[in-house]
């Protein structure tokens, strides 16, 4: 991954779209952001999201931010706009089985670079949220806390967020003993008591200790730290 073209500089108030602003004026462009959702999660799929939006106003999305920070009305009307506003944008999904198989920090890595090549116009440099992303085919930067700070990875947060938690609504249906629909996946009470209760569902995560312990694979142990809710 590389820096910001030299001279360039986003100042602290420059507003979520600060970071695209600074790479036009270098005639860079069209710009990516890409991100995920699910990664801390314990069962369901792994989602990547990527968006390219356009300058100016027609790519000021009403209301966008970390996805995590908005609630679910709030992100349903940024995925409509995003879908509407954005130049090109894409989600993957990547199932349990293969997060099981390639482990969690690969498929995380994987997904996202499937979300740019997976956009109908490529970009000629991609934003990703916290640590670099090799194998992109184009130069970019890794943004501390990028979900919050740039308008793209915002726009690829929530395409990531929404397309996955419809996904853990679908599941629920298939298998509602472990409430999907309200914890998307992520260890909660809630989800830790069905596990105990039930064992693994054929969705659910087997590298994640809580759910091979559910499934008699781990012994127990007391007070044993368990996936962060997210």
């Known amino acids: 991954m590389s820096a910001l073209p030299r001279g360039s500089t986003v100042r602290r108030d420059a507003g979520l779209y600060g970071y695209e602003r600074a790479l036009r004026r270098h005639g860079i462009e069209p710009i990516a952001g890409v991100d995920e959702a699910g990664r801390g999660a314990c069962a369901g799929p792994l989602v990547a999201g990527a968006a ?20 679910e009305k709030a992100r349903e009307r940024c995925y409509e706009q995003v879908v509407k506003r954005a130049l090109s944008w894409s989600v993957v999904v990547i199932g349990p089985e293969e997060c099981d198989r390639l482990g969690m920090h690969v498929a995380n890595v994987e997904a996202l670079r499937r979300a740019v090549a997976l956009l109908d116009l490529a970009p000629s440099y991609v934003l990703t949220d916290g640590f670099p992303v090799d194998g992109l085919g184009v130069p970019g930067l890794a943004v501390w806390k990028g979900d919050r700070v740039a308008a793209c990875i915002a726009a690829a947060s929530v395409l990531a967020k929404v397309t996955r938690d419809r996904l853990m609504c679908d599941l629920d249906a298939d298998w509602p003993a472990y409430d999907f629909k309200t914890h998307k996946g992520y260890i909660t009470d809630v989800h830790a008591a069905a596990l105990a209760e039930h064992g693994p569902s054929p969705v659910h995560r087997m590298r ?18 368990e996936p962060a809710a997210g």
């Open 52 to 71: 390219i939006l356009p300058a100016g106003k027609a790519g000021i999305v009403p209301g966008l931010a970390d996805s995590k920070l908005l609630t």
């Open 208 to 225: 994640f200790v809580n759910v091979r312990r559910a499934a008699g694979l781990e012994p127990a142990v007391p007070g044993a730290e």
